[in-house]
């Protein structure tokens, strides 16, 4: 790989790892900080999930313009108006304050798709799995640093984690702003003005292989979006455990899918491909889902972490490949923009239901069961679509010739 190259691949990495830092410092604080405000756990899982909703909303919009005028001064504006949205949280003083923040943050969150859609201008079709584990990587260090850094700033203050990550998301647009080069050439920008981004994508892809994956990719992300909104509370609750605990668990987490997605999916993909690599992650994700409010607060509990960071580990990067590699180049930004808005759909869905179904274990001994065992029973569907994937048919080079990326 030419030296140009690998420091675009570096400088993505990093603006993707800082969004990700912030996006993790939430986790383990944002539940319980709701709490202080009188959220109900349906309220909380609305306050979780609207972000999300927004960012269905607005991701392929921000994928379609990055499309036109470029993936750079698409990324600026997502990652200001994240920062917007942070300090609000931070400085505000009731829930209502709470949503208009998260409202905002969602709104501005075309940062992961332009990622994604930049990886794909600068790499090959038969390099973009790889490529994906990259961003896949750096989510997962984020996951390690954000969650721990988190639940440790939440005990100095509750609004402390909101406004460092206002602060990173700062440093993330100024280093863009110097350092990152455009990759998408005037030449290259597509004039296209269709109104709906699918049908769009549809007519320049193999049709039923992006939906089945996108599917996947859906149902997938519902079930991991229950867990992870009802894992702070569940284990507040069970075991006891204050945000910085919580951020440990989650610090595992990140810290295995790190080491997946950073070794592991890089030389299993060549021997394994694509798919098998996502039924493996189904199952890993089935298992511990099913298992999680059978256990106490020991070693069982982190080893179960481990199972759901090696199941994301495995479906994310090779869902998101599979995806790219399916769709035409030309349109790669609306391709990415509407996966994420996919998995956005299915993060709301998840955080609201998840909120939900929590209430009904309410005063009971197994409070936390039926969230868990619903998102288990999701990866079962998931898994049953993701049989009827198949390997997608633009790998055009052997396994052999496939460089590394990195």
Not at 354 to 368: A, M, V
Request: with cysteine; charged share 10%; proline share 5%.
């Amino acid at each position: 790989m030419s030296s140009p190259r690998r420091t675009q691949f570096f400088l993505i990495f990093a603006t993707i790892l800082l969004s990700t830092i912030g996006f993790g410092v939430c986790i383990p604080v944002l539940p319980l900080y709701a709490q202080q405000f009188q959220a109900s756990n349906f309220e909380n899982g609305l306050l979780t999930g609207i972000f999300s909703l927004m960012v269905v909303i607005g991701s392929p919009l921000w994928g379609r313009l990055s499309d036109r005028v470029g993936r750079r001064p698409v990324l600026l504006i997502s990652i200001l108006g994240s920062a917007l949205g942070y300090f609000i949280m931070g400085h505000g003083h009731s829930l209502a304050m709470l949503f208009v923040g998260r409202i905002i943050d969602g709104a501005s969150g075309g940062n992961v798709s332009c990622a994604q859609a930049y990886i794909a201008d600068i790499t090959k079709p038969e390099e973009r799995s790889r490529a994906m584990g990259m961003i896949g990587a750096a989510f997962g260090l984020g996951f390690v640093i954000g969650p721990a850094l988190g639940g440790y700033l939440a005990g100095i203050d509750p609004s402390a984690p909101f406004y460092a990550v206002g602060v990173l998301c700062l440093l993330n647009a100024l280093f863009v702003y110097t350092s990152l080069p455009e990759s998408l050439g005037p030449e290259k920008r597509g004039q296209h003005r269709e109104k709906q981004p699918l049908s769009t994508v549809l007519a320049h892809a193999d049709a039923p292989l992006y939906l089945s994956t996108a599917s996947c990719y859906l149902v997938n992300l519902i079930a991991f979006a229950i867990m992870t909104q009802v894992f702070s509370l569940f284990a507040n609750h069970r075991f006891g455990m204050n945000e910085r605990q919580v951020g440990h668990v989650m610090a595992v987490i990140g810290l295995v899918g790190v080491l997946m997605q950073g070794v592991v999916v890089r030389r299993l993909l060549p021997i394994l491909g694509e798919v098998k690599m996502a039924r493996t992650g189904f199952v890993c994700l089935l298992f511990a889902f099913s298992l999680f409010p059978l256990v106490g607060h020991d070693w069982r509990l982190y080893a179960l972490s481990c199972f759901v960071a090696m199941g994301n580990a495995l479906v994310q990067p090779t869902l998101n490949g599979i995806a790219s590699q399916s769709v035409s180049a030309r349109w790669q930004g609306s391709a990415m923009g509407f996966m994420q808005s996919a998995g956005s759909m299915g993060r709301f869905l998840g955080a609201t239901v998840g909120g939900w179904l929590l209430t009904f274990d309410e005063g009971l001994p197994h409070y936390g069961r039926t969230p868990f065992w619903v998102a288990a029973a999701l990866m079962v569907f998931t898994l049953a679509i993701g049989i009827r994937l198949r390997q997608p048919v633009m790998r055009e080079v052997s396994v052999s010739t496939v460089p590394p990326v990195a």
